[in-house]
């Protein structure tokens, strides 16, 4: 097999090349390195191979996983692989490594994917862009002189150019959504608790986060979730569990949904690119032309206090992680090991009192509330990812000095604020490659649902790309 013929499958091609005896695991893994030597140069997507899990994965190969023999790359951040480095990003989590599998990477390994290395990452994920000082930045492999998005960006970047058909990405505010707009690939964000963070968090900055993968496919996305959704031993979070399996899902249309959407940016925020919004009322008018009820309307969102919200859930967070890795290291938390807007988050969160976290905890309810109400009278929210197509790289340079915690986030928010919310109520979103700029740069469409309701999502997202296909659509930088 060529390379370009590699590339030209989604994961769940590649696993069925695998089950007929077409190609072999092994090949497919050499396939896949020799495009990260190919491009990575370039790119900076990938920051480190891991080859003794890399044979441990071909080893396990033929145990009847759904990506039996797929390569794949796990994010520098949020999982923890028995025996490989977890340094977050970070120059003070250098050679730092996970001491057992969590739960995530158990399911991981029994989808049957191949993981071939680690992708970059920000500093402890706050940025949306993944340019940290430890391992510079990842560029995008549509336009080299702009971001990747982030903090899922090495991950997005991979697959975009065709490195691997899909790779682990986590998302706390937009991270799977942003790099998937970026990078011009699909990104679902599942409910809050669908797939677990155990053993050793119950969730992420208090319910924020969420973990599944970028991928070229929706069907990709969708198996993945079958493959590590559920409870794990122990969880206090609950979701019912899908009455279909996704893939399932991915296959259906829906039936005639209540679609509401707007391209206004949310109060306080950056104006939205004019080529943003004529994509929104472009999806608005194939989403009317498919069956589907459509009207204006947004649930009420404000950066200033969406950017006070993260901050004060996240920082509490970043300032365990990093004096754990101080004690473990034996490195002071000072500039030579940390970000400045890293610092200047790690000492808000060390100011913060219990009462500061339960007022803020009592705003994320408030926000719930009343996006749940706005989504009584919809099924869906169509509205930009991002209010326009990728930015030029340093831009978002988190060691940027004199900038406090919340003109950070305010910042990162401005670009990206409508992604934010939804990690706030847990509801799943997704990122769809659905148009692109003048110019040729993706421009990420959202589409967010109820609470549980990833069967929506994944339904009108197969609808989607049935409609308007993007397989075609390849960066000028790739396999």
């Known amino acids: 097999?060529?390379?370009?013929?590699?590339?030209?499958?989604?994961?769940?091609?590649?696993?069925?090349?695998?089950?007929?005896?077409?190609?072999?695991?092994?090949?497919?893994?050499?396939?896949?390195?020799?495009?990260?030597e190919q491009l990575n140069p370039k790119i900076n997507a990938v920051v480190g191979l891991i080859e003794e899990e890399t044979e441990a994965s071909l080893a396990r190969s033929g145990e009847g996983g759904p990506f039996d023999g797929v390569p794949f790359?796990?994010?520098?951040?949020?999982?923890?692989?028995?025996?490989?480095?977890?340094?977050?990003?970070?120059?003070?989590?250098?050679?730092?490594?996970?001491?057992?599998?969590?739960?995530?990477?158990?399911?991981?390994?029994?989808?049957?994917?191949?993981?071939?290395?680690?992708?970059n990452t920000p500093e402890f994920g706050v940025n949306a862009s993944a340019e940290p000082v430890a391992n510079g930045p990842t560029r995008n492999p549509w336009d080299l002189g702009r971001i990747a998005g982030g903090s899922s960006g090495g991950s997005a970047a991979a697959v975009a150019a065709g490195m691997v058909p899909l790779g682990h990405a986590n998302d706390g505010a937009g991270s799977i959504r942003f790099p998937a707009a970026c990078c011009g690939v699909f990104g679902l964000k599942p409910s809050r608790?669908?797939?677990?963070?155990?053993?050793?968090?119950?969730?992420?900055?208090?319910?924020?986060?969420?973990?599944?993968?970028?991928?070229?496919?929706?069907?990709?996305?969708?198996?993945?979730l079958d493959a590590i959704e559920g409870l794990d031993v122990g969880t206090r979070l609950m979701l019912p569990p899908p009455e279909r399996p996704y893939l399932e899902e991915a296959g259906r249309d829906p039936s005639p949904l209540?679609?509401?959407?707007?391209?206004?940016?949310?109060?306080?925020?950056?104006?939205?690119?004019?080529?943003v919004c004529d994509a929104i009322n472009e999806i608005a008018r194939l989403c009317e032309e498919l069956g589907h009820e459509v009207r204006e309307g947004a649930p009420g969102m404000n950066v200033p206090d969406l950017a006070n919200i993260f901050l004060s859930l996240a920082s509490p967070g970043i300032a365990g992680w990093a004096g754990g890795l101080a004690e473990a290291t034996g490195r002071p938390l000072s500039e030579e090991t940390l970000e400045a807007t890293t610092l200047e988050i790690l000492e808000y969160g060390r100011r913060m009192t219990a009462i500061d976290l339960l007022a803020s905890l009592d705003k994320v309810n408030t926000l719930s509330r009343s996006t749940g109400?706005?989504?009584?009278?919809?099924?869906?929210?169509?509205?930009?990812?991002?209010?326009?197509?990728?930015?030029?790289?340093?831009?978002?340079?988190?060691?940027?000095?004199?900038?406090?915690?919340?003109?950070?986030?305010?910042?990162?928010?401005?670009?990206?604020?409508?992604?934010?919310?939804?990690?706030?109520?847990?509801?799943?979103?997704?990122s769809m490659p659905l148009c692109w700029s003048g110019d040729g740069l993706p421009i990420g469409i959202q589409f967010a649902a109820g609470l549980g309701r990833e069967d929506i999502l994944f339904q009108l997202a197969g609808q989607l790309e049935r409609a308007r296909p993007w397989r075609d659509k390849r960066p000028p930088l790739s396999i």
């Open 373 to 430: 109400r706005f989504f009584e009278t919809c099924d869906v929210w169509l509205s930009p990812v991002t209010v326009s197509p990728p930015i030029e790289l340093g831009v978002l340079d988190a060691n940027a000095k004199g900038v406090d915690g919340q003109a950070w986030f305010e910042k990162i928010f401005s670009y990206g604020a409508f992604t934010t919310i939804f990690n706030a109520t847990g509801q799943p979103a997704m």
């Open 258 to 275: 209540r679609v509401a959407f707007s391209a206004n940016a949310p109060e306080g925020g950056t104006p939205v690119d004019r080529q």
């Open 1 to 36: 097999m060529k390379l370009s013929e590699y590339a030209s499958y989604d994961g769940l091609g590649l696993a069925e090349l695998v089950r007929q005896g077409d190609i072999t695991p092994r090949e497919l893994a050499d396939l896949a390195l020799a495009a990260i």
């Open 73 to 119: 790359l796990i994010k520098d951040l949020g999982i923890s692989y028995a025996g490989v480095l977890s340094e977050m990003g970070s120059r003070l989590g250098r050679g730092v490594v996970a001491p057992h599998d969590s739960e995530l990477a158990i399911r991981l390994k029994r989808s049957g994917v191949v993981t071939l290395g680690r992708t």
């Open 193 to 224: 608790g669908r797939v677990s963070f155990g053993p050793d968090a119950d969730e992420l900055a208090f319910g924020l986060g969420s973990q599944l993968a970028l991928s070229r496919s929706v069907r990709d996305s969708a198996a993945m």
